[in-house]
């Protein structure tokens, strides 16, 4: 699958990690043959808790491997290991961890931080006691680690978050809206200092309502009707139903949308099983990740595989245009297009093989074989 199409008879020729020709099929003799599956580019998640029973906040190198090793399973290449609402010295051990173990795993292509600087009326599985504004001596220790840094997301109504958003824009990471109560006039305002995406979007956030005698729009309105926000979406069949996801493909196209698990430790794990997030006790239930009590979804269960099949399958989509959702719209988000989310010349060799019934049979990261169907 290339960039401008899906085509067959060809090869790709992989040298130390990148790809170096899209070509005719040659005599090579070193050949790996798809027997007919697709070739497509590695999916890149740009929200990710944990899986298999393990946590980002764990803060081990032990923990990220298991992670990644998960998420390998459903053709994740790249993927942000992401913090919960927590105490700043908490987040800040996670940040000092992902730095640390990203040389030896380089399946992680950064952070994400979500929370503490969200809003407590659009709170969701987040620990609300930890939640704060975006003051500079609690900014100021995170952004130590812009680079890694990749994501923040943040409500642009509390005091300070237009600040932040400029010093991220500034520092090259990308503010996401998200756990937001905001009124489209304050989204507006962080879109004007760099915002350009919106997280998990219809899932915590504001819509449309009176102000006075006048119904305003929410965030989500703005994120839906500005062609420059980018949309995260939770294509699990759990967080969105297939209506809200046809009406998100209608209003923004195959790229204004971005896949994302939002997996938490609980993805992959067999139903009934109890797990912990940011502190909180949560089940798998049906196949979704619960809070203990069944009152909210305590993230997400599927991996990028699963997101895709749900948008062919429930929304109509094309295969081509879910995978751009997973691959070349999460690269540009972050800044990673030079070298992720495309089959091309100089792009690096992250691949995944998957089958006419959308299974992944094999992920490649720089060409290095990372994952094997039974």
């Known amino acids: 699958m ?3 199409g899906i085509r067959d008879g060809l090869e790709i020729l992989v040298q130390n990690g990148v790809i170096a020709a899209v070509r005719e099929r040659g005599r090579e003799t070193d050949v790996v043959d798809l027997q007919g599956n697709y070739l497509v580019p590695g999916f890149i998640d740009l929200h990710v808790h944990g899986g298999n029973g393990r946590d ?6 032990d923990a990220f491997r298991e992670i990644c090793d998960f998420h390998a399973s459903g053709g994740t290449t790249s993927l942000l290991l992401t913090t919960v609402t927590a105490p700043i010295p908490d987040i800040v051990q996670t940040l000092r961890a992902i730095r640390a173990a990203q040389p030896a795993l380089p399946q992680i292509a950064g952070a994400h931080v979500e929370g503490p600087f969200i809003s407590r009326r659009r709170v969701g599985a987040q620990r609300a006691e930890f939640i704060s504004d975006p003051l500079p001596a609690l900014t100021e220790p995170i952004l130590q680690f812009a680079d890694v840094l990749k994501r923040m997301t943040l409500a642009p109504e509390l005091p300070g978050a237009l600040e932040l958003v400029g010093e991220l824009q500034q520092r090259g990471v990308s503010s ?6 905001a009124w489209e006039e304050e989204v507006r305002a962080a879109f004007e200092r760099g915002l350009r995406s919106s997280t998990h979007t219809f899932n915590c956030m504001s819509s449309a309502r009176r102000r006075g005698r ?9 994120a839906l009707s500005e062609p420059e926000m980018s949309c995260e979406l939770i294509a699990d069949g759990h967080h969105v139903t297939s209506t809200l996801m046809k009406m998100l493909y209608h209003a923004k196209g195959a790229r204004g949308i971005c896949l994302v698990t939002d997996a938490t430790a609980g993805a992959g794990l067999s139903d009934g099983t109890i797990f912990q997030l940011g502190g ?3 089940v798998v239930s049906d196949g979704a990740c619960l809070l203990a009590d069944r009152s909210a979804l305590a993230g997400g269960a599927a991996r990028t595989i699963d997101l895709i099949k749900t948008m062919i399958e429930e929304v109509g989509v094309s295969l081509s245009d879910a995978v751009l959702m997973a691959t070349e719209n999460p690269a540009r988000a972050i800044g990673l297009e030079s070298r992720k ?6 792009a690096d060799a992250d691949l995944v093989v998957i089958s006419p019934e959308l299974k992944v049979r094999q992920t490649y990261l720089g060409g290095r074989k990372i994952f094997q169907c039974g």
């Open 176 to 181: 996401s809206a998200g756990h937001s109560d």
């Open 341 to 346: 989310g495309a089959i091309a010349v100089g």
């Open 2 to 4: 290339l960039p401008e």
């Open 280 to 282: 909180r006790e949560c």
């Open 56 to 61: 980002a906040m764990e803060a081990s190198e």
């Open 214 to 222: 006048d119904r305003i729009a929410g965030l989500l309105e703005f």
